[in-house]
C-alpha cells in the first residue's frame, strides 16, 4: 500500500513528501578518508522508509522514473553546492541512473543545464548505469557521450563477471567499474582477479561494493583498487548525519 502511494504521488510530481536521498559513503582504502559517497533513491511513507525495490519497476513501466530521476539529481546537485563542495572541493557524489532515464532524448541536455544552474564542477558527478531489463537505446549511448564530453563520468553498475565487463565497456566506455558485492564473498577471489585486471585493461578504475573485513580491503589494495564503500566503512544513512560525521 505504502509503494502505491508513493507511486501515486510522484504520477502527479508531488516529490518532495514521499522521496529523498540517502548517502553511503565512498572511502579511499589507502588513507582510510571519505573522499565520496552514492546516493541511494528511497520512498517515504508515514517516516518510514520503501526501499526502491518496491517500487522502481513500476516507476519504469510508467515514466515515472524519468521525472523522479531528474528531482534527484537536482536534489545531489543543490546537496552538493550547499553542503559539500565548500568544504570538501575535491569531493564526488555517484548517482544511479537506469537506461530508461538515460534513453531520453532530451535527457543530457537537462543534466547540463541543471549543472550550470548550480555552478558544480562535472568532475564532481560519476553517474552509475544501473543493471536493468531495458538495454540501452543509439539516444542512451549518445546522451552518455555528451555528458561525458561535458566532463561527467560513468559507472557501469553492478559487474560481477568477466562477461559483464566486455559487454557493457562494448556498448558504451565508462572511467569506473561498480565491482559487484558478490565478488568478495569467500570462493570468489580467483573471478574477482579476472574482473579487476579486465576493467584495468579498459583503463576504468574500480569501485568495489559490499566490502566488509580488512581481509578484503587487503585483497583489493594488492589488486590497485582504492575506491570502496560497504558496512566497514558506514551504512546508507541520512544527509544530516552525513555531514555530521563526513563533511567538517
Not at 578518508?33 to 520512498?43: M, S
Not at 557524489?93 to 550550470?116: C, G, K, M, R, V
Not at 566486455?166 to 582477479?193: H, P, V, W
Not at 583498487?225 to 555531514?243: H, M, N, T, W, Y
Request: proline share 3%.
Amino acid at each position: 500500500m505504502s509503494s502505491t502511494i508513493i507511486l501515486k504521488k510522484i504520477t502527479h510530481l508531488n516529490f518532495s513528501s514521499v522521496v529523498d536521498f540517502f548517502v553511503q559513503p565512498i572511502f579511499n582504502l589507502s588513507t582510510f578518508q571519505c573522499v565520496g559517497a552514492e546516493v541511494l533513491l528511497r520512498g517515504v511513507h508515514r517516516h518510514s522508509i520503501i526501499k526502491p525495490t518496491e517500487f522502481l519497476q513500476q516507476l519504469e513501466e510508467n515514466e515515472g522514473i524519468i521525472n523522479v530521476g531528474k528531482y534527484i539529481v537536482g536534489k545531489a546537485f543543490e546537496f552538493m553546492q550547499h553542503d559539500v563542495l565548500p568544504k570538501k572541493p575535491d569531493f564526488f557524489l555517484t548517482i544511479n541512473l537506469a537506461p530508461h532515464q538515460l534513453n531520453d532524448e532530451s535527457f543530457s541536455e537537462y543534466i547540463i543545464q541543471l549543472q550550470s544552474e548550480y555552478g558544480i564542477p562535472a568532475a564532481s558527478v560519476i553517474f552509475e548505469i544501473t543493471r536493468s531489463a531495458e538495454e540501452l537505446a543509439q539516444s542512451g549511448e549518445e546522451n552518455i557521450q555528451r555528458l561525458r564530453n561535458a566532463g561527467f563520468s560513468f559507472a557501469w553498475d553492478d559487474i560481477g563477471t568477466l562477461d559483464d565487463v566486455q559487454n557493457k565497456m562494448a556498448q558504451a566506455e565508462c572511467e569506473f567499474i561498480k565491482l559487484d558485492r558478490e565478488c568478495l564473498r569467500n570462493g570468489n577471489s580467483e573471478k574477482t582477479y579476472e574482473i579487476i585486471c579486465e576493467a584495468q585493461k579498459s583503463n576504468a578504475a574500480i569501485i568495489a561494493e559490499g566490502v566488509e573485513t580488512m581481509g578484503q580491503t587487503s585483497m583489493l589494495l594488492k589488486h590497485n583498487v582504492v575506491l570502496a564503500q560497504g558496512f566497514l566503512f558506514s551504512r546508507p544513512i541520512k544527509k544530516l548525519d552525513f555531514l555530521q560525521n563526513y563533511i567538517h
